[in-house]
């Protein structure tokens, strides 16, 4: 009666366990080798009589089995429980949308421009660089624009200073060159120019490649060929490309470069405003005023220029139909 008695007490106790903490105490209260409930009773046989005695041993002994079952199976499940509960808790979904890192990306200005200063290496020029931030005597002065010209007007500038401006051009580093270095010379300069100037094919920040050639006998057809074979290695075989004859104060005679715009496929668009060609350089002869200015020998000397607008080539490359994207 008595072993039933804490049988069923000690199933009950077991169900309501649910932690190894609590198990072990049970284990203890009725286990526990000094005070344990069964150890006890088993103690106790000694107090019975003999007759008595292997009957109810085998009876405690028995109950003890039990229980020690009932304890491991529990200890188990607790433990598989434990475990289960830690997996729930650590699940990773690996389908889940994870972080995607934000890829940078080369400018198709940089791009552009880097394809630009390629192939000018390619046929001999060397690369010089001039500050953005420049005296109006290199912007303009040097190059025979003089205060009262009006070509001033058309480069539409920002004035720093009344003698410093942000530069309009990539021309002045052609007079900063020359002040440095004698004939022959065979450099482009790469650079920021500004204007105040805002619409679909004008930013009032844009790259030019400015050329510069000199040499003791330079010709017209040289500059041509020179210009031809860049666009062809830019834009390939089939482009159209055409001269037209026009005006800057430091070349003569002076042209600029056309080629078919790419972006209507030479239907007329807003971005060749009808026309369908696009302006992409202007060049010309270094006119001997240039050369005198900086010390030159413009009986001896002879040179070509050229500046291209990256920005319009890049449009060109790329098909984009708007200079501010
Ligand atoms: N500097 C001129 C411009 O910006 C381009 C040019 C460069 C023309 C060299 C002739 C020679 O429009």
Excluded at 14 to 28: A, N, P, V
Excluded at 146 to 156: C, F, G, K, L, S
Excluded at 277 to 289: F, K, R
Aim: aromatic share 8%; charged share 25%; hydrophobic share 40%.
């Amino acid at each position: 009666m008595e072993l039933a008695v804490l049988e069923n007490e000690a199933k009950a106790k077991l169900d309501s366990c649910h932690s190894l903490d609590g198990l072990e105490q049970l284990r203890i209260e009725y286990l526990g080798r000094k005070e344990g409930k069964i150890t006890h009773l088993l103690r106790g046989l000694g107090k019975l009589p003999i007759d008595a005695r292997p009957e109810a041993g085998s009876q405690i002994n028995s109950l003890k089995e039990l229980i020690t079952t009932l304890f491991s199976d529990k200890q188990t499940a607790i433990i598989a429980n434990e475990q289960n509960q830690r997996l729930f808790r650590e699940k990773i979904d690996v389908t889940m949308t994870g972080f995607i890192p934000q890829v940078g990306k080369r400018h198709p200005i940089t791009n552009v421009l880097e394809e630009i200063v390629n192939i000018f290496m390619g046929l001999g020029f060397e690369v010089e660089e001039g500050p953005e931030v420049e005296y109006s005597h290199y912007n303009f002065d040097a190059l025979n624009i003089p205060q009262d010209h009006p070509a001033r007007d058309m480069h539409d500038t920002f004035y720093i200073s009344d003698t410093v401006v942000l530069r309009t051009h990539t021309s002045p580093v052609q007079i900063r060159v020359m002040q440095g270095k004698n004939p022959p010379l065979r450099i482009i300069a790469p650079g920021r120019v500004y204007r105040r100037d805002a619409d679909v094919s004008h930013s009032p920040m844009f790259h030019q490649v400015e050329g510069l050639l000199v040499d003791e006998k330079t010709t017209f057809g040289e500059l041509k060929a020179v210009l031809e074979a860049f666009l062809v290695a830019m834009f390939g075989k089939d482009t159209p490309v055409r001269f037209r004859p026009s005006f800057f104060p430091f070349t003569e005679p002076s042209c600029e470069v056309d080629i078919g715009c790419v972006i209507c496929n030479r239907k007329g668009c807003g971005v060749c405003k009808q026309t369908k060609w696009l302006e992409v350089l202007g060049a010309g002869m270094v006119d001997p005023e240039v050369f005198k200015g900086v010390g030159y020998d413009s009986e001896k000397y002879i040179g070509f220029a050229f500046g291209l607008g990256v920005e319009r080539l890049a449009m060109l490359k790329y098909g984009i139909d708007n200079i501010r994207l």
